[in-house]
Nanobody
Framework: QVQLVESGGGLVQAGGSLRLSCTASGSVFSGNAMGWYRQAPGKQRNMVAA???????NYADSVKGRFTISRDNAKNTVYLQMNSLKPEDTAVYYC?????????WGQGTQVTVSS
């Protein structure tokens, strides 16, 4: 069974940066499109970035120009570089494949941006 483990979250001031990592057991990334998602308290979980099989990327409008998704298939790891963070970026961040090919969700990593 695939297990996803997110890390790298923390508390940061507005304008700061964080780099999130997501590592999976098994070779689940190779050839699979992957995404980063976030869920703020009381809100639904939404995708913020995706990286396709060929390496192309897509971003939610709210993070475009600030976040960068990347992957290292050899390490079974997907990254999310987050720059110019804003208080509205505060959420629990998760990685997973793209709908409808979801794996079991990991525990996520908390990102808190103070103003």
């Amino acid at each position: 069974q695939v297990q996803l483990v997110e890390s790298g979250g923390g508390l940061v001031q507005a304008g700061g940066s964080l780099r999130l990592s997501c590592t999976a057991s098994g070779s689940v990334f190779s050839g699979n499109a992957m995404g980063w998602y976030r869920q703020a308290p009381g809100k639904q979980r939404n995708m913020v970035a995706a990286i396709m099989r060929g390496g192309s990327t897509n971003y939610a409008d709210s993070v475009k120009g600030r976040f960068t998704i990347s992957r290292d298939n050899a390490k079974n790891t997907v990254y999310l570089q987050m720059n110019s963070l804003k208080p509205e970026d505060t959420a629990v961040y998760y990685c997973n494949a793209l709908y409808p090919d979801f794996y079991s969700w990991g525990q996520g990593t908390q990102v808190t941006v103070s103003s």
